[in-house]
């Protein structure tokens, strides 16, 4: 009967994650568990988010303990038809033993490489097959490549994947090539041809999505497809008091509240997270570095560029997905998506959605690229 069970395992979230902590159960022994389920809290160095079920089954044994740190791939629960006795459960707990690193898995220190382009250095990474037109996923405002920590496995399965940290964001030089949508989205071009990549599938977060967008525009030819969340340029909203208060925030005190304005769940933030970023806004030049982003781009709490018709005009397929619970930007931009546009609105989601709502991201990625 062992072929019967079902493991659920410590997920891998990212590019760095080695271990997480085990907040809580959310589903009790005895349950129906589904495809996409939450089924546990999980927190890592970087976010404390839900475990969702890879596979369908009734949980018969939850394993891992509140409190406990576990190594990914370590055993969380069992799942197996009621068929299945509790011997042999017991047995297959026994027996299990977390699997090794496969090949190719690296140690965090070598995942990333650094390019540099017009004089600036990028951190970057690439994941998946070497073969095909690859995702590219890029990041928001004051955000950096670990925002897409839980999608960028999940598009490497079928399409080469590219992540990297902007500009001045992140562990990328702390120098802009230009504070507008125009200069941002010719940098990305540029390193888009210093990798020797001539077309790609671009996916965009808040600002990430205004610069695809803006380079979907300028060269058409590059750009395959266009999936865009909370995508920033569709509309003149935008809320000032996390633009702006991200820029001002100098302790854990005053942060913690800007961070909880992304999430639909507040509990999202962690203390790690506020921590990487208040270390990364005291890196000398960064604070400078974003007001003046800010003051371009969001200018007296406006946005100040409207890239959505420019978007219609390139006639490429467009996603666009935004959380209805958008504390950043208004889901209700949403009904300015182009015509013939894919819109999709997550339910439990604010202006993080690839994190808080990862498998429906997910998936919708998937069927769009059609990798």
Known sequence: MAGQITPIVMPKWGLSMREGAVNAWLVEEGATIEVG???????????????????AGLLRRRIAQAGEVLPVKALLGVMAPIEV???????????????????GEEEAGSIFQTLTVDGIGVRYARRGPETGTPVLFIHGFGGDLDNWLFNIDAAAERSPVIVFDLPGHGQSDVKLPGATLEALAAFVLHFLDALDVK????????????????????????IASIALISPAGFGADINAGYTEGFVAAQSRRELKPVLEQLFADPASVSRQMIDDLLKYKRMDGVEPLLAELGAALFKDGRQTARTVDALAASGKPVLVIWGRDD????SAHAASAPAGATVKLLDGAGHMAMLEKAHEVNGAIREFVGG
């Open 37 to 55: 389920m939450p089924i546990l809290d999980v927190e890592t160095d970087k976010l404390a988010s839900a475990v969702e079920a890879a596979d």
């Open 327 to 330: 504390r950043v930007i208004p």
């Open 85 to 103: 006795s509790d011997a042999e459960i017991d047995a297959y707990v026994a027996a299990y033993v977390v699997p090794a690193a496969s090949e």
């Open 199 to 222: 077309t790609a599938h671009a996916v965009g977060h808040s600002l990430g999505g205004a610069i695809a967008a803006q380079m979907a525009s300028d060269a058409p030819e590059r």
